[in-house]
T-cell receptor, first 111, second 114 residues
Framework: GQNIDQPTEMTATEGAIVQINCTYQTSGFNGLFWYQQHAGEAPTFLSY????GLEEKGRFSSFLSRSKGYSYLLLKELQMKDSASYLC????????????FGSGTQLTVLP | NAGVTQTPKFRILKIGQSMTLQCTQD?????MYWYRQDPGMGLKLIYY???????DKGEVPNGYNVSRSTTEDFPLRLELAAPSQTSVYFC?????????????FGPGTRLTVL
């Protein structure tokens, strides 16, 4: 199956920029997702990358390097409401019908 | 649209009891999924369905059963509940397969087995 790694926790200051990294197995790769999950709530979709490069969506950007099996989520102008868990997910090896999720990176934004 | 709805929101079971977690979506999505999420962990796929009448096992199917008689509904059955099944259960749906199609999640069911 797919093996996804991301840091467990990160802390940043309001107004700053933070980068959350994710590595995954490259065999049979078909795109990478980022989801945001606030405490006690369901995950919500942030981005999907299938080609190399940076995709920007307002304050959030997501980068993908398929050859390196590497992605990151970049959050700019951090706000307190960005405190949440950020989950990296990729289609499971051998099955495009399933997603494998990382354990999530818990981001805490401090005033 | 209500999106993906789940009932109940909370439940406490005794060891050995059984229950059904309900999931309904009104987006006419073909794909539906059941995940469990343990504290501080990511989502683990229990079962999924690619359409009415078709279901398949995910990563952690033991102790669970599903059915998909309609496009809208995808109930998850727990037989003989065990403390290891204490978790938050999320149902999700997507239009098609994982290629570029985001999954929409329900609000979750918080289950405790004592």
């Amino acid at each position: 199956g797919q093996n996804i790694d991301q840091p467990t926790e990160m802390t940043a200051t309001e107004g700053a920029i933070v980068q959350i990294n994710c590595t995954y197995q490259t065999s049979g790769f078909n795109g990478l997702f980022w989801y945001q999950q606030h405490a006690g709530e369901a995950p919500t979709f942030l981005s999907y990358n299938v080609l190399d490069g940076l995709e920007e969506k307002g304050r959030f950007s997501s980068f993908l390097s398929r050859s390196k099996g590497y992605s990151y989520l970049l959050l700019k102008e951090l706000q307190m409401k960005d405190s949440a868990s950020y989950l990296c997910a990729a289609p499971s090896s051998g099955s495009a019908r399933q997603l494998t999720f990382g354990s999530g990176t818990q981001l805490t934004v401090l005033p | 649209n209500a999106g993906v709805t789940q009932t109940p929101k909370f439940r406490i079971l005794k060891i050995g009891q059984s229950m059904t977690l309900q999931c309904t979506q009104d987006m006419n999505h073909n794909y539906m999924y059941w995940y469990r999420q343990d504290p501080g962990m990511g989502l683990k796929l229990i079962y999924y369905s690619v359409g009415a009448g078709i279901t398949d096992k995910g990563e952690v199917p033991n102790g669970y059963n599903v059915s998909r008689s309609t496009t809208e509904d995808f109930p998850l059955r727990l037989e003989l509940a065990a403390p290891s099944q204490t978790s938050v259960y999320f149902c999700a749906s997507s239009y098609r397969t994982s290629y570029g199609n985001e999954q929409f999640f329900g609000p979750g069911t918080r289950l405790t087995v004592l």
